[in-house]
């Protein structure tokens, strides 16, 4: 059964970045959070205002009255936000970091927001926001996740699963698995870029229909390089991050490295494409 808590009263919560996901989720319908937001680039403070969340001018004027965070940011930053804007919250915050990196760097981050005085929650959001919003699955973990969940719900969030107390665990059943899925759309189209150029990829997607009989080959190929031009940059960020994660486990990431290699570059040629075509 969904997760679902519309007893309790709006919480007052703020969005720190403001990219596909706070977008997707405060404009989803069901939304019910008395929101606030901040975003180091201008024009997506300005994209806030169009999607009713307030903001500020400065991060504290934005963040600093809010007990209940969502960390939004891209993979990169999802320390260095924890480590500037943890102290700007009041004593005993929230901070539930939804971004996807390693369990190591989830926990350098939950030492960030301690040291402030907050409380860290691991959230790993299984699936891509767009078109789940908010019934995109979420497992987290940590010893304040228990806490987090009701305010979850009570923000629209219906598939919520906690996995444990130990902060990193759902990180690494994000990463792991991420370890796969992106995986498999890098090696499909490499598959397919070696099919076409021995003129053969016709009847390469034909023996793989064959093979597997869920949806023809050629139709998967197209969708996972789509996804690799459109969001290739953060993916690729996301997989060092999962390599990063295998190397802590003391398994080698060689195929995962490719990935992320392969990832970049696919937003690289799309990017390139898009400023030739300007």
Known sequence: MPDSNPSLPAPRVALVGFGEAGETFARAEGWRGETRGWDILPERREAMVGAGVETGDHPASALGDRAFVLSLVTADQALPAAREYAPLLPEGALWCDFNSVAPDTKREAAIAVERAGGRYVDV???????????????????????????????????????????????????????????????????????????????????????????????????????????????????????????????????????????????????KTKKEQAA
């Not at 959001?125 to 228990?146: C, E, Q, R, Y």
């Not at 899925?181 to 397919?192: D, T």
């Not at 295998?246 to 290699?261: A, F, I, S």
């Open 124 to 270: 790993a959001v299984m699936a891509p926001v767009s078109p789940s919003k908010l019934a995109v699955p979420l497992l987290i973990s940590g010893p304040h996740a228990i806490a987090a969940q009701p305010l979850l719900q009570a923000l629209g969030f219906s598939h919520i699963r906690n996995v444990g107390e130990e902060i990193g665990r759902a990180s690494a059943i994000k990463m792991i698995r991420s370890v796969m899925v992106k995986g498999l759309e890098a090696l499909s189209s490499e598959c397919a870029a070696a099919a076409e150029a021995a003129g053969v990829f016709d009847e390469v997607m034909a023996s793989l229909d064959a093979s597997e009989k869920a949806a023809p080959w050629a139709n998967k190929v197209a969708y996972n390089r789509e996804r690799m031009a459109t969001h290739g940059a953060r993916r690729a960020a996301e997989m060092e991050e999962s390599a990063k994660t295998l190397q802590g486990l003391g398994v080698e990431p060689v195929m995962t490295r490719g990935t992320v290699r392969l990832q970049r570059e696919a937003a690289e040629k799309n």
